[in-house]
């Protein structure tokens, strides 16, 4: 076999390379989510975790960014095994508990959020044909429900009986685990790698800025972004603070709502392939994001545990089950020996809605509420959702 970014591999290689970026997701995933599910236990509040979801994405953004350029160099295993011990350290730092070690745990897993979209848009698209691309995107983007759902569950379990700290280091150890799979995997993919020459600042920004579905997909990521990166880390507390849920309902609410995402994510992904539509899809999704996050918000406590649940789930169905769509559809507008470049460029607006989003709900939560946050939320998704529609006029586009 050939390396993962080379032009030609053999079909088989799919599976596990598949395998293998999205157990990476679900690492990335595990090691986001597991401050804010363990947060009534480990009595962190809602500021530590916006400014612990703020330092991952301030590094995460020129990661990703510029990351396309050690992709290229390295090779998107070996990336995979670097996110995985960066992954390792931010749990142990996280472990102490003090502010200063949950910003600095932030920090750290800023390095392997940045580069894992791209370093896996690299490798897979070179490794699926251009009518299965959109479902195995789909499937790939799966990780980060699968790391989503186990961490609701599993997380606070382990917090109330064992301590916080021990929910740290069962995510830490699957990452030692996941480097010596990546690394063992990366020797089938063993040859030379040719990198593309390196692009500038204005040649990585004109990837963005030339095609205006381009464009328009990355502006609509960051109210997405933002939404999903709310519905991660800051449901559970919305849960027990405003919507009359305990510490387990809440997270099983919350672990409905990213079951939702994994069947969104493969669901979505069907359709838009079967469709042929993937900005149609896209749109719709939007649509469903805002409705439920200003259901929620508005007046999610009159709905009962019943609706709540259902709510959630239709939540995260719509607000964690747009990725696989999208990393497929930059994919097929990128310029094909440039892929991993344009997603971390286009990944970079995304970022920076998850950036900002924990500074916004933290400060519409001291003026107002939890909830005002997610309504106002759900007024940028329906922006970025006229974004799509606008972009998809594109003399251009489908």
């Known amino acids: 076999m050939v390396d993962g970014n080379t032009a030609v591999r053999p079909a088989p290689a799919l599976l596990p390379a598949l395998g293998a970026m999205t157990s990476l997701q679900a690492l990335v995933a595990l090691a986001l989510f597991a401050p804010g599910v363990v947060a009534p236990s480990a009595r962190i509040e809602v500021w530590q975790l916006s400014m612990f979801s703020c330092a991952v994405f301030a590094v995460g953004i020129p990661a990703s960014f510029w990351g396309g350029s050690f992709i290229a160099r390295l090779g998107s ?36 959020f940045g580069p894992e979209t791209p370093a896996s848009a690299a490798l897979l698209a070179r490794l699926v044909t251009a009518e299965r691309r959109v479902f195995v995107f789909s499937v790939r983007q799966t990780g980060n429900q699968i790391g989503a759902v186990c961490g609701s569950l599993v997380l606070p379990a382990i917090a109330i009986s064992l301590g916080p700290a021990w929910c740290y280091a069962a995510v830490g150890a699957c990452a030692l685990l996941a480097i010596l799979w990546f690394e063992q995997l990366r020797l089938a993919y063993t040859g030379k790698v040719v990198a593309p020459p390196e692009l500038g600042l204005r040649a990585r920004l004109a990837l963005v800025t030339a095609d205006r579905r381009i464009a328009m997909l990355a502006l609509a990521s960051m109210p997405f972004s933002a939404m999903q990166v709310s519905l991660n880390t800051v449901f559970v507390t919305l849960g027990t603070r405003e919507l009359g849920l305990s510490h387990i309902e809440a997270g099983m609410a919350l672990a409905c709502a990213q079951t939702g995402g994994l069947i969104g994510r493969l ?81 970079t607006a995304s970022y920076a809605g998850l950036l900002a989003a924990p500074a916004l ?17 759900a007024c940028l998704a329906l922006c970025g959702t006229f974004a799509l529609i606008w972009g998809s006029h594109d003399k251009a586009g489908k």
């Open 361 to 377: 709900v933290s400060i519409l939560d001291g003026a107002a509420s939890l909830g005002a946050a997610f309504f106002a939320l």
């Open 267 to 347: 669901g979505w992904g069907l359709v838009a392939m079967r469709l042929n539509a993937s900005r149609m899809v896209l749109i719709v999704i939007g649509l469903g994001m805002a409705f439920s996050a200003a259901v929620l918000g508005l007046d999610g406590a009159s709905l009962g545990r019943t609706g709540q649940f259902a709510i959630a789930a239709l939540f995260g169905l719509t607000a964690s089950g747009w990725n696989g769509v999208f990393i497929a559809e930059i994919a097929r507008l990128a310029p094909q020996d440039r892929i991993g470049e344009t997603t971390g460029a286009v990944l």
């Open 77 to 112: 295993l070996r990336i995979a095994s670097l996110c995985a011990a960066a992954i390792v350290a931010c749990m142990a730092l996280a472990s102490f508990g003090s502010t200063a070690a949950l910003l600095a745990a932030g920090l750290c897993l800023g390095l392997a």
